[in-house]
């Protein structure tokens, strides 16, 4: 099984900010890398797939890099409405999620 | 509007059974491969199976394999989940997700429907 390593568990920003997310691979899983937002009581929504190409409706604001066993989500300045927990997941073996980064607000 | 809409949540004691539903709606059901994930509260979301789009192909996790069965009746466009020998571990919120055929990510979710499974 590949696990999915996020940090920071909580990652504290002011609205405007610039919020960087980090997903790592226990092996590489090339650019099978996909982010979901969730809110709370809500399902979550995929944002980014490919690990890098903006789901249909994601402002571009949302932002992803990386390939292999290093990912990252950026947002360039945090809106209120971005505060919420991001998944990251990995669809090349199977699929299996990390534990999840909350943004919260500072 | 693409909608999926779960049922079948509830309160079950360890060791019954019960059966999940999602409706499709909005898009060509039969053209997707399906899946369900769930989420225990206050945790992380796991992946639990999924299904082809012609019903043919289905996958588990490890840890319910066996125990819960996936389906899908393409002329009503529902999927299921029938799960079996339920354990506390099995108590989560559900969702049903839809997969771009081939392309393996999960680009529309559900609500969800609540499985609580306590004596």
Not at chain 2, 22 to 41: D, I, K, L
Not at chain 2, 97 to 104: F, K, S, T
């Amino acid at each position: 099984e590949i696990v999915m390593t996020q940090s920071p568990a909580t990652l504290s920003v002011s609205p405007g900010e610039r919020a960087t997310l980090s997903c790592r691979a226990s092996q590489s899983v090339s650019s099978s890398l996909a982010w979901y937002q969730q809110k709370p009581g809500q399902a979550p929504r995929l944002l980014i797939y490919g690990a890098s190409t903006r789901a249909t409706g994601i402002p571009a604001r949302f932002s992803g890099s990386g390939s292999g066993t290093e990912f990252t989500l950026t947002i360039s300045s945090l809106q209120s409405e971005d505060f919420a927990v991001y998944y990251c997941q990995q669809y090349n073996n199977w699929w299996t999620f990390g534990q999840g980064t909350k943004v919260e607000i500072k | 509007q693409v909608l999926l809409v779960e049922s079948g949540g509830g309160v079950v004691q360890p060791g019954r059974s019960l059966g999940l539903s999602c409706a499709a709606s909005g898009f060509t059901f039969s053209s997707y491969t399906m899946h369900w994930v769930r989420q225990p509260p206050g945790e992380g979301l796991e992946w639990v199976a999924a299904v082809s789009s012609a019903g043919s192909h289905k996958n588990y996790v490890d840890s319910v394999k066996g125990r819960f069965t996936v389906s899908r009746d393409n002329s009503k466009n529902t999927l299921y989940l029938q799960m079996n020998s339920l354990r506390a571990e099995d108590t989560a919120v559900y969702y049903c997700v839809r997969e771009p055929n081939g392309l393996y990510y999960m680009d529309v979710w559900g609500k969800g429907t609540t499985v609580t499974v306590s004596s």
